[in-house]
């Protein structure tokens, strides 16, 4: 028997998909413009559109434009674009089959529609379980779940295609979600549907029994009797296979049983109902393939970009899946499921296993590492134990759970250094910001496991690994997950002693006259301080630019301490202005010494500014009373060496036969108070205060052994200095150290009086003096 005769591949086919590869690495690679072009285009790009050329451009220059307008301004283009593979690129492939292929003839249109929507079908329903479904294939996943209750409708109300909603007037219909279910999700069904949001009937969850996720099927039996007793009409169910934020699977089989009882409609959806295509699927997973219709995305499950999601349901009426929109007679709507039909070919059933029980598998080993872990606790219940880590979303057969939600907690036993006894023990939001800070730390050093946050009602801020919705886009793969654990145990001891030097740096705040606490829930540090300036009497406007100056420019010279702490001017939304807030903790924080530090740091800069506002007037009256005594001076002296000496012949003969012993008073000028000392003790005084500094300034040259930075106690942090080195190194460590923190701290240091050396001249300036003689008043001038 001859065998049948090879079809060659139609050429413009082959050429269409060669172009389209080469676009897309172009696109990606970045590297279509040239070094001339990049600079031309930083000099002249522009937001505003150009016009539309007459005589048109190439493919070239069109694809640079796209690569423009998708890198903008960035040099590192390369790193902007998530990397697309060759099961992307298939799915990318079939839009632009799509387009070629909506130009054929009727007919052969016709033909190949219908084969490609009857074999994606196929295959989705043999993968996921579904025996005897149809699908339909739309870009919103939330618009197959609006033709479903259309279908519902038409199916309950006989003539509603004709009356409209005068139908539904007379018995309202009901639709009945969990209140776990994505937000929003109810209101854009009735919103698509024109009902009035009375229609929609939101069921809690557990409170007594079961998981605080899963849908309270005792209440939504009591809410459907009511209702119909009322004279409504129930018509559908949305059930959950894995909650938006947990990933929690509702008892789907008692819903079932409901929705039978009371001839209703259940629809299920999440991100659990991947796993029916694996070879163990959980009990709860499993009776999903019972449900009225379901909405698969198999997009983010696969790592397909741009491929529609879909809705496998079950009907036995194609007039009326027709009326709704489930089904379409245009051949070209078809054409959706295209790309989807291309890429599930190219991965194939091995290769579609594969990237789910991998995500799994991922899950998986996140979990068991968390269970390793110190005061780490699985449960799906939060009791009152309480633990470092919870892990919180392991549905009711957790081998097969896909998401991990976690949350830092507080420490039952806190370690010496501090104290929590209680205090946190109610405070959410303290909480709930640390465990923020915790995801979005995770999620920039450890980009690639795609973590993120997720708020739940009861349990509040949380962080949540869902690989199968991440995990094929991102190419998360095992050394991610250990990478996550590993910075998760780096961050675990900074969130416990933040958590527990909060209420110590709140009481260390207290017991400055010259701090102001500033509670702010919402940071995720030690907290917020405020300098208050010292002075009383001024009015409220010069108050509070003291105040603003006076912490601008203490958040500069604490930002400037060589220290681990992170200081900030505060949230981007505080309410609170002109404030200093403190960052995370470490073990070894003095909390004492930090505390002390921006007291003195403030201190100094009021200082300072005070003695700049009242310069001018101080300088004034400093000169007025300088002027009045040398000219008392002046007199004194008159009287002392009487006329005769004064006459310009006779003076210097009567000083040459008989000297004068003159001397000079000197006089200085206190800035701070605004008055004449005399310059005896200026000397002393100031060697003395040097030598103060040098000696009893512990604020700022505290001790520390080398490479040990600021607000650290020595022993406690990583820092300290290993036992090999000798004492005699050590000693010289010692010396160094506190010889340079000295300096720095008289050039930092602002005297609380500065000294201005006014001299007294009371000699005339013919007077002569005998030579070898020297008086005080030269040796003041010098």
């Known amino acids: 028997m001859d065998n049948p005769p090879v079809k060659m591949m139609d050429p413009t086919l082959a050429e269409m998909g060669n172009h389209l590869s080469d676009a897309m690495k172009i696109l990606e690679s970045g590297k279509l413009e040239s070094e001339q072009g990049k600079e031309r285009r930083k000099l002249s790009w522009k937001d505003i559109p150009g016009p539309l050329q007459g005589d048109g451009q190439d493919v070239v220059s069109i694809l640079q434009l796209v690569q423009n307008l998708m890198h903008g301004d960035d040099d590192q283009q390369g790193q902007r674009m998530q990397y697309v593979g060759e099961q992307g690129h298939m799915a990318l492939l079939g839009h632009s089959l799509a387009a070629y292929i909506s130009v054929l003839e009727r007919e052969r249109l016709r033909k190949l529609t219908t084969r490609i929507l009857s074999d994606t079908t196929l295959w989705l329903c043999r993968l996921f379980r579904y025996e005897n479904g149809s699908a339909y294939y739309h870009e919103d996943d939330r618009e197959g779940l609006v033709k479903v209750c259309r279908l519902v409708i038409n199916t309950h109300y006989e003539d509603y295609a004709t009356e409209g909603f005068t139908m539904l007037s007379s018995k309202h219909p009901v639709i009945y979600q969990s209140a776990a279910c994505r937000p929003g999700l109810g209101q854009h069904l009735c919103s698509q549907l024109a009902l009035p949001l009375s ?238 800070w915790l995801g979005e730390q995770l999620a920039q050093q450890v980009p690639l496991s795609g973590v993120d946050v997720v708020e739940l009602e009861d349990e509040g801020t949380c962080v949540r690994f869902s690989p199968l919705m991440t995990a094929a886009a991102l190419g998360t793969q095992e050394n991610d997950v250990a990478a996550l ?75 400037e301490l060589d220290t681990d702490l992170y200081f900030s001017g505060g949230p981007e939304f505080c309410e609170e202005k002109n404030c200093i807030f403190i960052g995370m903790a470490t073990e070894d924080l003095d909390v004492a010494e930090l505390v002390e530090t921006i007291v003195s740091i403030g201190r100094e800069i009021e200082e300072s500014g005070k003695l700049f506002e009242n310069m001018t007037e101080v300088v004034r009256r400093g000169i007025q009373e300088a002027e009045l005594q040398l000219q008392k001076a002046n007199e004194e002296k008159l009287m002392e060496e009487g006329v005769l000496r004064q006459i310009p012949l006779v003076g210097p003969v009567l000083n040459w036969f008989s000297p004068v012993q003159a001397s000079v008073k ?117």
């Not at 129930?234 to 008892?251: C, E, F, M, S």
């Not at 005896?680 to 040259?701: F, R, T, W």
């Not at 201005?756 to 000699?763: D, F, M, N, R, Y």
């Open 485 to 559: 654990v590993e910075k998760l145990g780096e961050m675990i001891p900074v969130l416990s002693c933040t958590l527990r030097y909060r209420q110590d740096f709140k009481d260390e705040v207290l017991q400055q006259a010259s701090l102001s606490y500033i509670e702010d829930l919402s940071w995720p540090g030690l907290g917020g301080v405020r300098y208050e300036p010292r002075a009383t009497d001024l009015d409220e406007d010069k108050r509070q630019h003291s105040v603003e100056k006076i912490n601008n420019d203490l958040l500069k010279k604490l930002m």
């Open 199 to 436: 229609c929609l009937c939101i069921v809690p969850c557990n409170t007594m029994f079961g998981s605080l996720h899963q849908m309270d099927v005792a209440l939504l039996d009591k809410l459907i009797r009511d209702d119909r007793e009322s004279g409504k009409v129930p018509l559908l169910l949305i059930a959950n296979a894995g909650t938006p934020g947990a990933g929690h699977t509702d008892k789907l089989s008692r819903l079932k049983e409901l929705c039978v009882q009371y001839n209703m409609w259940l629809h299920v959806e999440g991100v659990n109902l991947a796993t029916l295509a694996l070879g163990q699927v959980s009990s709860a997973v499993t009776a999903a393939t019972k449900c009225d219709s379901m909405t698969l995305t198999p997009g983010p499950w696969l790592g397909l970009p741009a491929v529609p999601a879909v809705t496998l349901y079950r009907h036995e009426d194609p007039a009326l899946s027709l009326a709704a929109g489930l089904t379409s007679s245009q051949p070209v709507e078809k054409l959706r499921a295209l790309p989807l039909w291309l890429s599930l070919q190219y991965l194939g059933h091995d290769g579609i296993l594969q990237r789910i029980k991998h995500a799994s598998q991922l899950s998986q080993q996140l979990l068991e590492h968390l269970k390793t872990l110190a005061s780490i606790k699985t449960s799906d219940i939060l009791d009152s134990e309480v633990s470092l880590i919870e892990a919180l979303c392991m549905v009711e057969d957790e081998l097969n759970s896909p998401v991990v939600v976690f949350r830092f907690s507080q420490d039952s036993a806190p370690s010496s250094g501090g104290s929590v006894e209680g205090y946190f023990a109610g405070e959410r939001d303290v909480l709930d910001v640390l465990n923020r």
């Open 666 to 782: 000197g006089r200085t000028f206190n800035l701070a108070e605004g008055c004449l000392d005399s310059t005896e003790p200026v000397y002393s005084v100031k060697a003395q205060m040097n030598k103060e500094a040098s000696l009893d300034s512990p604020k700022s040259i505290t001790k520390r052994f080398p490479g040990q930075k600021l607000f650290r106690r020595h022993g406690a942090g990583s820092d300290s200095v290993s036992d090999t080195s000798s004492v005699s190194q050590l000693e010289e460590s010692f010396r160094e150290t506190a010889h340079v923190q000295a300096n720095n701290a008289d050039e930092a240091e602002v005297p609380e009086e500065r000294h201005v050396h006014i001299v007294e001249e009371t000699a005339l300036s013919d007077q002569r003096v005998p030579e070898g003689q020297e008086t005080e008043s030269v040796d003041t001038l010098r």
